[in-house]
């Protein structure tokens, strides 16, 4: 498939569709409880006034940054229906905007799948209304930025990400400690002036009181009962033991992998991939739509799978589509079984992400080895 080609036709098909397949619902219900969440912190931080308030009639906890809940005023002031579809458009953009990063000059005909199933599951945390589809690509755009050496914007890049929500941040620590100075200095200065900029509107007395406030619930939030992660759901099935090891099992062999992207000479693809699984599987904040993540991996994978040998190619495609099966096929209206395992909900998304993280990992390393001999 030639590249520009797909961007001409494919990447406009990509955005308009994406949208057109939300407005809809959000013409008949407006925004829902993430967005007045959001809109709520916003009016709150318009007028000085601390965002971290108990949740009350439609709205929740507000659990982001002060510069994050500033930066959504310009949406906030919307009616609910402009609201709702400026917020995924924008969503929309950022995403598939991270994937074109990604795709290569030739891609084969099979990306198309791979873009189907990221448009499935975009399409789930679309209806949602949250930000992780905007993280995710200023994330993925960060990351390329990396790749081709722009050290400076992909570490402003991910500072942007991190300050919005913390878990990004997984990212920058698998590149920082081999990364260059350049990188590590960028994201450092990126960081400390975010949270420096909601005190030329709030005072700095009100901002620092603000961000101790937002630690404080990240804190508690973190150690507050999970929801999908890897412990949570075997804790369900009566395996807390197998579930905690699991999880930091995955947490510390996501490390070292990342770690060894230079040395073993690891493809960028599997590396985002092995990330965004681990942020799934450790995350206690996991839950249904934060499974947006495994729309870039069914891309990047698919994308990589052509590049190995064939046994490998038939081992990681043929685990990439039990991952989709599970994850996202089948909670979609097209589904023809019904999702597997259902106590916790939707766990089965859960062991699909495992399976995929076991079978990719363990493929990083038969690989380094197969490559490393004489």
Not at 9 to 30: D, E, K, M, N, T
Request: proline content about 6%.
């Amino acid at each position: 498939m030639n590249h520009e080609r797909l961007s001409k036709l494919l990447f406009p098909i990509l955005l308009w569709g994406s949208l057109l397949a939300v407005a809809p619902r959000f013409y008949a219900v407006g925004t829902n409880v993430v967005t007045k969440t959001y809109a709520f912190a916003a009016m709150r931080l318009g007028n000085r006034q601390t965002p971290y308030v108990a949740p009350s009639g439609e709205r929740d906890w507000f659990k982001y940054s002060p510069l994050f809940g500033l930066a959504y005023r310009p949406f906030a002031a919307l009616s609910p229906f402009t609201q709702a579809v400026s917020w995924a458009a924008l969503n929309i953009l950022f995403f598939w905007c991270g994937i074109r990063c990604w795709l290569t000059r030739k891609s084969s005909w099979v990306i198309l799948f791979a873009l189907l199933g990221a448009s499935a599951e975009l399409n789930i945390s679309l209806l949602y209304q949250q930000v992780n589809a905007l993280l995710i690509g200023i994330v993925l755009i960060a990351l390329a930025a990396y790749r081709d050496q722009k050290f400076r914007t992909a570490g402003a890049l991910l500072a942007i990400a991190t300050n919005f929500k913390i878990v990004p941040v997984l990212f920058f620590l698998g590149l920082a400690p081999f990364g260059p100075t350049l990188f590590l200095g960028a994201f450092i200065f990126s960081s400390l002036l975010l949270l420096a900029l909601p005190a030329l509107w709030l005072s700095p007395s009100i901002n620092w009181a603000l961000h101790q406030t937002w630690l404080s619930i990240l804190m508690k939030d973190a150690a507050s009962p999970g929801l999908l992660d890897v412990q949570t759901v075997f804790s369900a099935w009566g395996l807390p033991s197998l579930g905690s090891f699991l999880r930091w099992f995955v947490l510390g062999g996501t490390l070292v992998l990342l770690w060894l992207r230079t040395r073993w000479n690891l493809k960028w693809e599997p590396w985002i991939a092995l990330g965004s699984l681990c942020i799934l599987l450790f995350s206690p904040r996991t839950e249904s739509p934060t499974f947006v993540l495994m729309a870039p991996v069914y891309v990047l994978l698919c994308a990589y799978a052509s590049t190995l040998p064939s046994s490998f190619r038939a081992a990681l495609l043929g685990s990439l589509g039990l991952a989709f099966l599970t994850i996202t096929f089948a909670y979609t209206d097209l589904a023809f079984f019904p999702a597997w395992p259902s106590h916790p909900p939707f766990s089965s998304k859960t062991i699909g992400s495992l399976q995929l993280w076991v079978v990719l990992a363990g493929m990083q390393v038969a690989l380094s080895r197969r490559f490393s001999r004489p």
